[in-house]
C-alpha cells in the first residue's frame, strides 16, 4: 500500500502563485510515476501533469502547460506542483497519484490517491 498526503491548498487571488507538495509512504514496490489531477465541481477528474520516476521527463495538460510546473525528490519521496498566473478556472481538488505506467493521463490508469486539497483562485 501508498499512502499519499497533498498539502499547501489555499485561496488565492487571480495571478497569483500556489505550491502544492505530496508525501509519498508505504511499499511502491517498483519506480513509480507520480501524477496530479484535479476536480472542480460538478465535472470529471482531469488531468493536470506527470513526472517520471527519474524526474527528466515530465508532461503537462494544454490548460496549464506554462503555468505549473511538476518536480519530484525521491530522497524525500515528495512530488510538487508549482503553480504560477492562476486563474479563476483552477479552482478544484488537487489530488496527487501514484501510476506505474508512463505516460497515462486518465485517472484509472493511477493506483493511489491521496485525499485532496482545496484550491481557490478568486477573481
Known amino acids: 500500500q501508498v499512502q499519499l498526503v497533498e498539502s499547501g491548498g489555499g485561496l488565492v487571488q487571480a495571478g497569483g502563485s500556489l505550491r502544492l507538495s505530496c508525501a509519498a509512504s508505504?511499499?511502491?514496490?517498483?519506480?513509480?510515476?507520480m501524477g496530479w489531477f484535479r476536480q472542480a465541481p460538478g465535472k470529471e477528474r482531469e488531468f493536470v501533469a506527470a513526472?517520471?520516476?527519474?524526474?527528466?521527463?515530465?508532461y503537462a495538460a494544454d490548460s496549464v502547460k506554462g503555468r505549473f510546473t511538476i518536480s519530484r525528490d525521491n530522497a524525500k519521496n515528495m512530488v510538487s506542483l508549482q503553480m504560477h498566473t492562476l486563474k479563476p478556472e483552477d479552482t478544484a481538488v488537487y489530488y496527487c497519484?501514484?501510476?506505474?505506467?508512463?505516460?497515462?493521463?486518465?485517472?484509472?490508469?493511477?493506483?493511489?490517491w491521496g485525499q485532496g486539497t482545496q484550491v481557490t483562485v478568486s477573481s
Open positions: 508505504g511499499r511502491t514496490f517498483r519506480p513509480y510515476v
Open positions: 497519484a501514484v501510476g506505474y505506467y508512463w505516460i497515462e493521463v486518465t485517472a484509472d490508469r493511477y493506483d493511489y
Open positions: 513526472i517520471n520516476w527519474s524526474g527528466d521527463s515530465t
